[in-house]
């Protein structure tokens, strides 16, 4: 048996289980061991137990992404499964879901088990693979859905993309349903997107820019309601960019079809006035909208039609994300900062309190993947973030462990440093020498 750990003085928050209160924290053999008093009597009584002081520290089941791209097969110049599950531990993710949007892109088994292989070698997050919907994600033909979730997939996606045909949606919605699995739905129509590079509207009007009309997300949204309700199936909508599409998830909701959905930090602190510097890191797909949007979209995640929230993860280099506005890629990171921005979207104003994030950010999107977890409760994996809600910092791209840089809120000044991130026990991320000592 190895030596207990005692993490002492922090704040426990463990919503799924409505625990809000300070009190010790107790680890044994990567397992949650218990709370205070609850945790048995031989590891308190332990001569060999260390402990760690947190007073003022939160301490909660660690974090949950469930949309990350980890550009490993294939574009390692970018980010790989090593560098994106650092760039999780630092910024307090223990867990994430990885998008099939890779080179080759992951429809195939031997792809599924070479990500799940890596991701237990590197070791710094559990990583759950999202299969592709369509052979190559060129929208075609369906992959070999059962084959690829016996293997590990979680989900299926064409994430990048949309599956644009209806029918091949269909039948990628009634057989996920007989699995259990969602279809992640890249909502866009490709027509209407057309070669917009930012949100329509009076701000691209101004700048000249080509505009992507909310509708091209939206049309898609009342489109898959539609194909749920008809096949019974779940669709969960990735990254909600635009109010018209929240308010079509919370209708379906109210009529009872299976259908969850996320939003990503940036929309909901930028908007597309960001864009005006022509700077490329704000730019991303779905694109920043109007200051509409982002209030709607913060309202519906306070009232749960927005299930929970991801960051998109998108790593780029820096040569292309260097280039100007038209010619850059889509995309930007976001798993060093979405702690930080999320407390200062959503809780520092009040929308949200600090239990209704942290339960956004870990039980809800593992219950989108049908996973257990998210919790603090004895006998689970000691999967924990510690972070200091009131601790300033700067956001230095240049620090980040993850390959890329392309961040929007590069000298933003944030609250909420990660202090400590535990998988199974094992120190995965540590911000700075937090004392570990005989208790
Ligand atoms: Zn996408």
Same mark, same amino acid.
């Given at each position: 048996m190895a030596s207990p750990l005692c993490i002492r003085g922090g704040r426990i928050l463990? &919503?799924?289980?409505?625990?809000?209160?300070?009190?010790?924290?107790?680890?044994? =053999?990567?397992?949650?061991?218990?709370?205070? !008093?609850? %945790?048995?009597? =031989?590891?308190?009584?332990?001569?060999? %137990?260390?402990?760690?002081?947190?007073?003022?520290?939160?301490?909660?089941?660690?974090?949950?992404?469930?949309?990350?791209?980890?550009?490993e097969p294939?574009?390692? !110049?970018?980010?790989?499964?090593?560098?994106?599950? @650092?760039? %999780?531990?630092?910024?307090?993710?223990?867990?994430?879901?990885?998008?099939?949007?890779?080179?080759?892109?992951? =429809?195939?088994?031997?792809?599924?088990?070479?990500?799940?292989?890596?991701?237990? !070698?590197?070791?710094?997050? @559990?990583?759950?693979?999202?299969? %592709?919907?369509?052979?190559?994600?060129?929208? !075609?033909?369906?992959?070999?859905?059962e084959d690829l979730v016996a293997a590990g997939a979680v989900a299926i996606s064409d994430d990048g993309?949309?599956?644009?045909?209806?029918?091949?949606?269909?039948?990628?919605?009634?057989?996920?349903?007989?699995?259990?699995?969602p279809v992640i739905q890249h909502a866009e129509d490709p027509d209407l997107k057309g070669d917009g590079v930012m949100h329509e509207g009076w701000t691209s009007t101004r700048l000249g820019m080509k505009g992507i009309p909310d509708a091209a997300e939206s049309v898609m949204v009342a489109r898959d309601a539609l194909l749920a309700e008809l096949t019974g199936g779940h669709v969960h909508v990735a990254h909600v960019s635009a109010a018209r599409s929240v308010e079509i998830i919370r209708r379906a909701k109210a009529r009872g079809i299976k259908m969850t959905a996320e939003t990503a930090p940036h929309y909901l602190i930028l908007t597309d006035e960001a864009v005006e510097g022509y700077d490329p890191r704000t730019k991303m797909n779905p694109p920043l909208r109007s200051a509409k949007d982002r209030d709607a979209l913060i309202e519906a995640v306070a009232d749960g039609t927005l299930d929970c929230l991801a960051t998109d993860h998108a790593p780029h280099t820096e040569i292309e994300k260097d280039s100007d506005f038209d010619a850059a890629p889509f995309g930007i990171v976001g798993l060093e900062t979405a702690l930080g921005v999320l407390l200062k979207a959503l809780v520092e104003p009040k929308h949200l309190s600090m239990p209704e994030l942290i339960l956004r950010m870990t039980a809800n999107p593992l219950r989108v993947l049908g996973l257990p977890g998210g919790t603090l409760e004895a006998g689970t994996p000691a999967d924990v973030t510690i972070f200091d809600p009131a601790r300033r910092w700067t956001v230095r791209a240049a620090e980040f462990a993850s390959m890329?840089?392309?961040? &929007?809120?590069?000298?933003?000044?944030?609250k909420g440093l990660v202090l400590l991130t535990m998988l199974g026990g094992k120190i995965t991320y540590r911000a700075q020498p937090l004392e570990v000592s005989a208790r």
């Open positions: 463990d &919503p799924v289980r409505g625990i809000d209160r300070v009190q010790d924290l107790w680890i044994q =053999d990567g397992k949650i061991a218990g709370l205070g !008093e609850d %945790a048995p009597a =031989d590891v308190r009584s332990n001569k060999s %137990a260390q402990g760690m002081q947190v007073p003022g520290a939160i301490v909660c089941p660690g974090l949950v992404d469930i949309h990350v791209h980890l550009r294939g574009q390692e !110049e970018k980010e790989t499964i090593e560098t994106g599950t @650092r760039a %999780a531990a630092r910024g307090g993710f223990t867990t994430v879901a990885c998008m099939p949007h890779t080179v080759p892109p992951l =429809d195939d088994r031997p792809r599924i088990e070479y990500v799940v292989r890596r991701a237990r !070698e590197s070791g710094w997050a @559990r990583v759950h693979p999202i299969a %592709a919907v369509t052979v190559g994600q060129m929208g !075609e033909r369906l992959t070999e859905i993309k949309p599956v644009r045909n209806a029918e091949l949606m269909r039948r990628a919605l009634e057989l996920t349903r007989r699995l259990g699995v890329g840089r392309n961040t &929007p809120f590069e000298g933003w000044e944030l």
